[in-house]
């Protein structure tokens, strides 16, 4: 059984077919759902999470999508304007720190996706390249694939949410604040025994033909 995402906006695509212009809406999260994508994320808060959202119908060009242009398919296209405030422990410190996320991106959705990988696969076979070519072998980056459309519809709440995961700095620390690596051999005037002090030590071993320590 699939839980419930913590923030969910579901989407009516034939609505945004239906309007000859784009259709725009507005997410604030609560304080239940912030609470509860703040656990999702394991930060310690999060005190605001807003989005302005355009979409906009987007033809696909595939005959598959045109023939269903009456009954809202083809693909979606969403402007997103994403503005967060949060409360997260610095990486250093463990402190709290409070940090704020302020962007603007772009994100199509299509009844149909096809994989970037399949499509580039179909380019270099339109190219006269073989499936046994190496070049098939390459993977394209997932950032400009398209996201599905399920049943007719979208879950922009758990969308921006995934956006939003993928946006926070899981190492974040407060200003002025810098990791410095001190072994315990360190404090005791020993010496250095860190893992790139090892490494160092190994190569130096390998080039001059010793036994490594």
Do not use: H
Not at 73 to 86: I, M, P, Q, R
């Amino acid at each position: 059984m699939t839980s419930k995402p913590e923030l969910s906006r579901i989407i009516n695509v034939a609505d945004v077919y239906s309007s000859s212009k784009p259709t725009n809406i507005s997410i604030k999260a609560d304080g239940d759902e912030l609470t509860a994508l703040a656990r999702r994320f394991g930060i310690l808060g999060i005190s605001l999470l807003e989005a302005e959202i355009k979409l906009s119908a987007a033809y696909s060009a595939t005959e598959e999508a045109a023939t269903e242009k009456g009954k809202g398919g083809g693909d979606v296209l969403a402007e997103v304007k994403l503005k967060t405030n949060l409360t997260q422990t610095c990486s250093v410190t463990t402190e709290p720190i409070n940090s704020e996320i302020d962007a603007s991106f772009s994100q199509v959705f299509s009844a149909a996706p096809k994989s970037i990988a399949e499509s580039f696969g179909e380019s270099l076979e339109n190219e006269g390249f073989s499936e046994d070519s190496e070049l098939f072998d390459l993977e394209a980056s997932s950032e400009d694939a398209p996201e599905p459309i399920i049943g007719g519809v979208i879950d922009m709440g758990e969308f921006i949410s995934q956006e939003l995961s993928l946006r926070i700095d899981p190492f974040l620390r407060k200003k002025g604040v810098k990791f410095e690596w001190v072994s315990k051999n360190d404090e005791q005037g020993g010496a250095k025994d860190n893992p790139f002090a090892k490494l160092a030590s190994l190569k130096d071993s390998l080039m001059d033909g010793k036994e490594p320590k």
